[in-house]
């Protein structure tokens, strides 16, 4: 199957200058990222070092960011989560070559209980979000390049799902654009959304709109029940030292609280722990994370661990002290984290990576992220009909574990 795409359509450019400038923009940039002029190859997670300056100069030129899928984060989560993944990485045809795509995923064999082999894009439990970086001036042929190569190469399979894709972002607009000019069959599955915050112009007066005025007045009134018990210190970490020294009080919030009960706290675990402090450390270099605290006396109470790159952030992680409950410190927190985002006009959007209606941040954060999982078949003769089915299957069993997961947990 040969996978082509529209020179007139597929760069993905900004709208600047005449109507004639643009245009030949376009014609130049076709002309460079022809899919069939690209070069598509696969290595598996642990090679991936080598190629970590040009990854890093990707994930700053990415159509749409995604931190889970840049060098600090995936590297550190290699280890723990990447067994058997690798990438598909998309080169441009001249030299000096540069990197314009990254696919990271991992051929599941048995997804289903028998041998059908899937490409499955590689996320895990702590990296929720599943968009591939592709290079903003040249999405439409660094997908069909990677399309292309999946349905010329027997060693990979003839079927791709694509999880936790963001539904309204552009890159699954680019993608859909691919899909259409291929004629590619493609489903979509476990469709969901998640709470976004992305003020847009109401920056100053978001808080305020989305607490009613009852809530401000609970909020006030808990913080300083609080403070009665000691000095009450709202503090943030950014600076590598200051980050290492946060995540020690994050992660013994998180151990102490329900997680820990579970068995899935990451400081239980020491490959779990070994990896987020990498990461954090990574991202701190990078001045990708930040760690917020609310302070007691000196200890922490409540701890938030968010991810930026870019523009966009994720609210990743949040663990605060059950003993205070009543007290709402992680309500707090977050009310607190809302308003400097807000304030923050670098920011166009903060994802909170949370649950579908989870019921704390989906009241203060009224926007939604969609997400589902896409099933795409690049091969004629692959059973994607008999594969969609099982696929549904299989969301609809996870959907249903989890609610009685949900239900055992209340």
């Not at 529209?6 to 923009?25: C, K, L, N, Y």
């Not at 080598?50 to 990415?62: E, Q």
């Not at 979000?129 to 010329?152: H, K, S």
């Not at 706290?265 to 001045?287: I, K, P």
Request: glycine share 6%; hydrophobic share 50%; aromatic share 8%.
């Amino acid at each position: 199957m040969t996978i082509k795409v529209s020179t007139d359509q597929s760069p993905i450019v900004a709208r600047e200058g005449a109507a004639a400038i643009a245009s030949a923009r376009r014609a130049a940039l076709a002309d460079r990222y022809a899919a069939d002029s690209l070069i598509v190859e696969w290595l598996d997670l642990a090679q991936l070092d080598s190629i970590a300056d040009a990854w890093h100069a990707l994930a700053a030129r990415a159509l749409e960011p995604n931190v889970f899928y840049e060098p600090s984060f995936t590297l550190a989560a290699a280890p723990v989560f990447g067994t058997g993944a690798g990438a598909l990485l998309v080169w441009s045809g001249v030299h000096p070559r540069k990197l314009l795509g990254f696919f990271p995923a991992r051929i599941e064999t048995r997804r289903y209980g028998f041998r059908l082999p899937v490409l499955v894009g590689f996320t895990h439990a702590y990296g929720p979000l599943g968009v591939p970086l592709a290079e903003r001036e040249a999405a439409g042929p660094v997908i069909a390049a990677v399309l292309g190569r999946l349905a010329a190469d027997p060693s990979l399979p003839g079927l791709l799902l694509l999880p936790f894709l963001r539904m309204d972002g552009p890159f699954a607009a680019a993608l859909d654009t691919i899909l259409r000019q291929a004629q590619l069959p493609a489903a979509d599955f476990n469709r969901r959304s998640r709470a976004l915050l992305k003020p847009d112009r109401e920056r100053e007066d978001y808080l305020a709109n989305a607490l009613s005025s009852h809530k401000h007045k609970e909020l006030r009134r808990l913080s300083r029940r609080l403070a009665d018990k000691g000095a009450l210190l709202f503090a943030v970490a950014t600076e590598p030292a200051a980050v290492a020294a946060a995540l020690t009080d994050f992660l013994a919030l998180e151990a102490d609280g329900w997680k820990g009960r579970a068995g899935t706290a990451a400081a239980h675990d020491d490959d779990l722990c070994r990896f987020v402090r990498s990461g954090a450390a990574a991202l701190a270099a990078e001045n990708k994370i930040a760690i917020h605290r609310v302070l007691l006396d000196g200890r922490a109470v409540a701890a938030a661990i968010v991810l930026r790159s870019g523009r966009s952030v994720w609210f990743w992680k949040i663990a605060h002290d059950e003993a205070l409950a009543h007290f709402s410190p992680g309500v707090m927190l977050t009310a607190a984290i809302t308003e400097e985002l807000v304030a923050d006009e670098t920011i166009a959007e903060c994802d909170s990576c949370a649950a579908e209606d989870h019921p704390m941040i989906g009241r203060i954060w009224r926007e939604r992220l969609t997400l589902a999982e896409r099933l795409i078949a690049v091969r004629p003769q692959v059973p994607f009909s008999h594969v969609r089915r099982l696929e549904a299957l299989r969301a609809a069993a996870i959907a249903t574990a989890k609610n009685v997961r949900d239900y055992l947990r209340r």
